[in-house]
C-alpha cells in the first residue's frame, strides 16, 4: 500500500511540474508575443514619422524654390526698370538736343 502512494505523490509532483513548465512558457509566450506587438506599433510609428519628415522637407524646398523665382522675377523687374530709366533719359536728351532752349 505504500508503494502506491508513493507513485501517487510522485506521479502528483509530475503533474505539478508539468503544469508550472506549461505555465511558465506560456507566460513566456505571451510577453514574447507583446514584445513582437509593442515592436510593431513602434515601427508603425517610425514610419508615420519619417512620412511626416519626408512632407515637412518636400514643402521647405517648394517654399525655396518659390523664394528662388519671386528673387530672379524681382532682379528681372528691376533690369526692365533700369532699362527704361535709361530709355527715358535717352529720350530727354534727344529732346534737348532737338529744342535746347527748354
Do not use: C, F
Amino acid at each position: 500500500m505504500s508503494i502506491v502512494i508513493v507513485l501517487i505523490i510522485i506521479l502528483a509532483a509530475i503533474l505539478v511540474i508539468g503544469l508550472i513548465a506549461r505555465s511558465v512558457k506560456q507566460r513566456n509566450e505571451q510577453r514574447a508575443d507583446a514584445r513582437h506587438h509593442e515592436a510593431e506599433q513602434m515601427r508603425t510609428a517610425a514610419k508615420a514619422t519619417n512620412l511626416e519628415a519626408d512632407r515637412h522637407a518636400a514643402e521647405a524646398e517648394e517654399r525655396a524654390a518659390r523664394s528662388k523665382r519671386e528673387s530672379l522675377a524681382a532682379q528681372q523687374q528691376q533690369m526692365a526698370s533700369a532699362a527704361q530709366r535709361s530709355t527715358a533719359q535717352d529720350l530727354k536728351t534727344r529732346a534737348d538736343d532737338v529744342d535746347p532752349d527748354v
